[in-house]
């Protein structure tokens, strides 16, 4: 894969999650409203603000090669209890790999950071080459993923409905 398909496949993964997390319902039965901000950071992500009318939750979603990164800062100040909330709703996504850290942001804040390491071998994308341009198109392993964390994002967010968590509104996502 040349460097220009490799920035296109991550940019393309990167925002095709919008897709996923627009199906999310909140506990209400309602729709939410998702809005999309690329960042600039060292890794190819986006920042994603998934929204109810209780609930705002802004959620960074990153790459690196074949490394996912999801991070969202919630206000909690005690870490055991945070992992106890979000048991169920991380717990599916560890049994196929992901990885979840607490890291104290401020002394009211949290940083969730979820770390996902995908196979190497089987892409996420295929980029059909044209005699001017590059198109990526899902596989089906990049269904998989990204469908994961679009159910990993509805599960968070309505689990943070429930709880009454919410996020500071002063502080944006990022890798810390």
Not at 20 to 38: D, L, W
Not at 112 to 128: A, F, H
Request: proline share 6%.
């Amino acid at each position: 894969m040349s460097k220009t398909e490799f920035i296109i496949s991550e940019q393309f993964l990167i925002g095709s999650l919008g897709a996923k997390f627009e199906k999310i319902i909140s506990t209400s039965g309602a729709p939410v409203q998702v809005s999309y901000v690329p960042t600039d950071y060292v890794a190819t992500g986006g920042l994603y603000t998934i929204a109810s009318d209780v609930l705002k939750l802004p959620i960074w979603v990153g790459l690196n090669g074949p490394r996912f990164f999801f991070i969202s800062y919630v206000d909690m100040r005690d870490a055991e209890e945070a992992k106890k909330i979000f048991s169920f709703c991380f717990g599916g996504a560890e049994r196929v790999g992901w990885a979840f850290s607490y890291e104290r942001v401020n002394a009211q804040t949290l940083s969730i950071w979820g770390t996902l390491m995908t196979d190497k071998s089987d892409p996420l994308v295929k980029c059909s080459l044209g005699s001017v341009s590059v198109t990526p198109e899902l596989t089906r392993e990049g269904h998989f993923w990204l469908t994961d964390i679009g159910l990993m994002a509805q599960s968070f967010f309505r689990t943070c409905e429930r709880f009454g968590i919410h996020a500071p509104p002063d502080l944006t996502p990022a890798p810390l």
